[in-house]
């Protein structure tokens, strides 16, 4: 009982959902006998024997319930039980003639069928031939066997013949024809989902059933796109996955089963298979590094991303330039919901606004737009001396100024004297920032200057201020950078201090003979006063020898 109820679940079994047909077999295996004779139905379910069985005879109910049931009149006959629909009907046919020609029951698509020409009184019959649409097929006192039959319309009968007291004799058949029976049904092909959607799974399915006297057959199947086969051929599962579908698999669909023994083989209708695909949509543009701060020489990772969409999408990513006008970068398309675009190296001209689009059916979907800065390490900045005269004098405004000439701002500076801070101050552009100060003999010495903005501080090359006076009521103003000529300068203020030195003596010798006191030269201090509190001694690295 179990396996027969396995048997019904198994795939090419009943379709789910169907109540399975009963049962009804012969025993004899034969739908024609004598009259006299008896012939033994049985019906059947997959609870069998069926505790109840309801009988018919032409469509006419009979009282007996048993499974069993014996008859010996003509015509059709059916059966039901409480667990099945109602079975295919049984033609039998009891004869009053002398010869019959009797056809095995039931008979399936690609089944052998048994011809059996039976007398009466056999013993008397020394001869029989047998017919297939009035053309003769056999002589054979045995039975007569066809192999693989399917749809088959002829007529089929046979002859005996004896003598009896040597008076010889011959008689015929009454005509029959084979009933085949469907061995199973063309199959179904279904498709979960029925409104695939690409890139999701799919599943085809190729449905069909045997009759219960046939439920151990098994089957092949194949399936079908645009009459192409798909996978490899034959297979004994009726279903075929696939893992995604896309757009390009949309056309026609069929399925085929065979059996694997007598070789009977059905296609079923043609299914038109439509895979939708998803538009794009929520194009979002993400940068990094984060804020789209690139430091300059840094990498810089732009990622395109779409929150639904299938298939392969197209990708674009571009910069809006000077005047208005936009640059493409770069177009990718790819199977997945994101793109990257790297730009290696950053340079200043990265710098700008940046969106990104995305398409897989209609025009693209756009991104908002981000902006793009690019962080410019300072440059060592230079240190200049400005005076209002080519030789200045005590008491002339000075000009110190420091600019880094790259470097993205804001950009601190500091400048130093003789090591010393002197003062800060923060510029918003690249223009620098300048101290002034009215010159005295105290601002001698080496000066330097220092940039940061947030890369790490340049310091300037060194400056040296040196002052040769008076000579007639003026001061001659000398300066250098400290690693360059600095010798040279040295020699030089050696010569005039010597020639400035004998001048003065004779000139002091000229006043003590006059009687007039010669006066030194007084200087003014405090003049960096303005230029905030004092500040500490700079690095050990970043000190310059005093000159």
Known sequence: MLLWLLLLLAPGGEQSGVVPKALLLLDPPWSTAFKGEKITLTCSDSLSPAPAVFWYHNKTPILEKASRLQITQSGSYECKTQGSSLSDPVHVEFLSDWLILQVSYPVFEGDQVVLRCRGKKENEIKRKIYFKDGEQLSVSDSDLILNSVFRDSSTYHCTASGATVLIPWNTISTPQKIKIKELFPPPLLTVNPSQPIEDSPVTLKCETHLPPQRLHIQFWFRFFRDSRVLGSGWNNSPELHVPMMQTGDSG?????????????????????????????????????????????????????????????????WHREEREGTVRSLEIKTQHSLSAELQIHTGKEHDAGRYYCAAANIQGPILSEWKRVTVRIPVSEPVLTLRTPRAQAMVGDMVELHCEALRGSPPILYWLYHENVTLGHSSASSRRGMSFNFSLTAEHLGNYSCEADNGFGPQPSEVVTLSIIGPSKGKMALITSKATGGLLSILAFAGIVLLVHYFRMKRKTGEHSASGRPSEPWRYQPGLFSDLGPPAHKRKPSKETPEV
């Open 252 to 316: 026609s669909y069929e399925c085929e089963a065979k059996t694997t023994t007598n070789n009977v083989m059905k296609r079923s209708l043609r299914s038109q298979i439509h895979v939708q695909r998803v538009p794009v949509s929520d194009v979002t543009l993400e940068i990094q590094p984060p804020e789209g701060q690139l430091l300059e020489g840094g990498n810089m990772t732009l990622i395109c991303s779409v929150a639904k969409g299938t298939g392969m999408i197209t990708f674009s």
